[in-house]
C-alpha cells in the first residue's frame, strides 16, 4: 500500500474513522444480506478505499438517496455513493461515474402510456422517491405531468399501485423485479434518464478529492467494479468509462 499523507487522511476522515453512507434504497448499488449486513459495490469500494488510506470504517445506512443528501447538513458522512446531480454537486464533490444505471417508467400493463415519451402529459401522475437522482431529473425536465412524492423508493411503488397512479419513475432493476413479481405490471422499453453514479465527499477537502478521483478511475480500470456487481448479481448494471 502506497504512503498516504496525514493531510489526506485527514480530510477524508476527520474523526479518525472513514464514514461510509451507503443507500440500500438502490438495490443495485447495496444490498441487504441473510443477517441485514450491508452487501454490494458500493460497500466494497468503501472497504476497498479504506484499506488503502489505512483507515477503520463506518458504514453508515440509509434507504434513500434523498437522506444520504440531507445527511450531510449534519456532518454524518464523509464519503458516499450518490448519482451526480446538479443539485447536490452544489454542496458535493464528486468523482466521475463508476456505474451508469437506467431511469425509466413501470405502468399498469393496460395503461395507453407506450414510450416513455407519453408520460409528460396533463393529468399523468408520477410516482417518485423524494430527492431520488430520478425526482431531481424530472423535477428539473417534466413540463405536463405532475410528480408525487414518497420518502423511499419502495414506498413510491406501494403509493403508486395503492392511489392507482399513471407511472412509478426508478431505477429499472427494481421496477423489472416488481413487475415480474406482479404481472398487472410492465416496465417501459428505453429510459427518461442515464443515471451516472459515483462517489462524493463533502465540499473543501480537495487533496482528499484529487485521490478519491483517482481511485476511482482506478476500480474501474482493474475490474474491480465489474467483479463486484458480478458478485451482487448485478449483471445488467454498466461499468462507467474512463473519465
Not at 438495490?27 to 441473510?34: D, F, N, R, S, Y
Not at 434507504?63 to 454542496?91: H, S, T
Amino acid at each position: 500500500m502506497a504512503q498516504v499523507s496525514p493531510d489526506v487522511l485527514k480530510e477524508f476522515a476527520p474523526t479518525g474513522t472513514l464514514r461510509a453512507a451507503i443507500n440500500q434504497g438502490n438495490t443495485v448499488l447495496a444490498q441487504k444480506g441473510p443477517n441485514g449486513e450491508a452487501l454490494g459495490i458500493t460497500v466494497e469500494l468503501a472497504r476497498e478505499l479504506a484499506r488503502r488510506l489505512g483507515l477503520p470504517i463506518e458504514l453508515v445506512i440509509f434507504d434513500a438517496a434523498g437522506k444520504v443528501f440531507e445527511a450531510l447538513k449534519r456532518g454524518q458522512w464523509d464519503i458516499a455513493f450518490l448519482a451526480i446531480e446538479p443539485v447536490r454537486a452544489a454542496e458535493i464533490d464528486f468523482s466521475a461515474a463508476y456505474v451508469l444505471i437506467e431511469g425509466t417508467y413501470m405502468v399498469p400493463k393496460a395503461s395507453p402510456l407506450k414510450v416513455i415519451e407519453d408520460v409528460d402529459k396533463a393529468g399523468i401522475r408520477i410516482a417518485v422517491a423524494s430527492g431520488s437522482a430520478y425526482d431531481l431529473y424530472l423535477t428539473r425536465t417534466i413540463k405536463n405531468a405532475t410528480l408525487v412524492r414518497a420518502p423511499t423508493g419502495p414506498a413510491a411503488v406501494d403509493m403508486f399501485v395503492r392511489d392507482k397512479l399513471d407511472a412509478a419513475g426508478g431505477v429499472r432493476q427494481p421496477l423489472v423485479e416488481f413487475a415480474a413479481a406482479n404481472p398487472v405490471m410492465r416496465v417501459m422499453d428505453g429510459r427518461f434518464m442515464a443515471i451516472q453514479q459515483a462517489m462524493g465527499m463533502p465540499k473543501g477537502r480537495s487533496k482528499a478529492h484529487a485521490y478519491l478521483k483517482t481511485f476511482v478511475e482506478e476500480m474501474k480500470a482493474s475490474g474491480f467494479c465489474a467483479d463486484a456487481l458480478k458478485r451482487s448479481n448485478q449483471p445488467d448494471a454498466q461499468v462507467a468509462p474512463p473519465a
